[in-house]
C-alpha cells in the first residue's frame, strides 16, 4: 500500500551545524504535507507544512523542501540548537475521499551534540 | 501551551478495568481524532469525528469506544484492554478533516497491566 518512510533512522549532528531530516512519500497524490516534532514525553507539534503546489516553504530556521519528481520531502534546520533534540516525522495526506487522512512516517530521531 | 488537553497524563489499568481518556480542543475546530502511538509503529489513526459524528474508524477493536458530546470534547473509553494496548493515546483536531493541520494533544499514556 501507500506508504511515507524515512531514510534515516537517526541523526546525530554537532550544535550550530545544519540538519536535514529526509522523508521519501509513495502516493504522487498526496498534496499536503507537514512536519512534526515530537519531544520525549510529549505529543507531536506542528512544525511546518507545504501543499504540493509549492517546491519550498520556510519558517524560523527550518525549511520544508518538496521534490515532487522524485517523491521526497526534506526538513532542514539551520543552526541546530539542543532544544532542537527529538523525534522528526513527515506526514502525508492522500488528497483522497473525506475520511481519508494523513499517513504518518515511522520518525528520525535528532540528537544534537555539544 | 497546546490548544488540545489530554487527561489523565498517566493511567494504570487493570484487563477487567473500566476507564476512559477525555480530550478537550480550545482551537474552535471542527474535526477530532484519536491515534495510537506505540513503541515501534507509526502513529495509527483510530478514529476520527466531524462535527460529533463520526466519520471513520480504522477498524478498531470494540473494546475502545468513543464518544464525541459536542465538537470541543472527545472520550475514549476503555474496557477488558489487553496488554499490548499500552501505548500513547493522542488526540488531536483540525478544522475540518482531510487538508487541514492536524494539531495534538500531549497524550496519555495507558498502561495495562
Known amino acids: 500500500g501507500e506508504s511515507v518512510g524515512l531514510h534515516l533512522p537517526t541523526l546525530s549532528v554537532q550544535e550550530g551545524d545544519n540538519s536535514i531530516i529526509n522523508c521519501a512519500y509513495s502516493?504522487?497524490?498526496?498534496?499536503?504535507f507537514i512536519w512534526y516534532k515530537q519531544e520525549s514525553g510529549k505529543g507531536p507539534q506542528f512544525i511546518i507544512d507545504?501543499?504540493?503546489?509549492?517546491d519550498k516553504r520556510q519558517g524560523q530556521r527550518v525549511t520544508v523542501l518538496l521534490n515532487k519528481t522524485v517523491k521526497h520531502l526534506s526538513l532542514q534546520i539551520a543552526a541546530t540548537q539542543p532544544g532542537d533534540s527529538a523525534v522528526y516525522f513527515c506526514?502525508?495526506?492522500?488528497?483522497?475521499?473525506?475520511?481519508?487522512?494523513?499517513?504518518f512516517g515511522p520518525g528520525t530521531r535528532l540528537s544534537v551534540l555539544p | 501551551e497546546t490548544g488540545v488537553t489530554q487527561t489523565p497524563r498517566h493511567l494504570v489499568m487493570g484487563m477487567t478495568n473500566k476507564k476512559s481518556l477525555k480530550c478537550e480542543q480550545h482551537?474552535?475546530?471542527?474535526?477530532m481524532y484519536w491515534y495510537k502511538q506505540s513503541a515501534k509503529k507509526p502513529l495509527e489513526l483510530m478514529f476520527v469525528y466531524s462535527l460529533e459524528e463520526r466519520v471513520e474508524n480504522n477498524s478498531v477493536p470494540s473494546r475502545f469506544s468513543p464518544e464525541c458530546p459536542n465538537s470541543s470534547h472527545l472520550f475514549l473509553h476503555l474496557h477488558t484492554l489487553q496488554p499490548e494496548d499500552s501505548a500513547l493515546y493522542l488526540c488531536?483536531?483540525?478544522?475540518?478533516?482531510?487538508?487541514?493541520?492536524?494539531?495534538f494533544g500531549e497524550g496519555s499514556w495507558l498502561t495495562v497491566v
Open positions: 502516493n504522487s497524490a498526496s498534496d499536503y
Open positions: 507545504i501543499r504540493s503546489n509549492m
Open positions: 482551537l474552535g475546530h471542527n474535526a
Open positions: 488531536a483536531s483540525s478544522q475540518a478533516p482531510g487538508t487541514n493541520t492536524i494539531y
Open positions: 506526514a502525508e495526506n492522500p488528497g483522497d475521499n473525506y475520511g481519508q487522512n494523513f499517513v
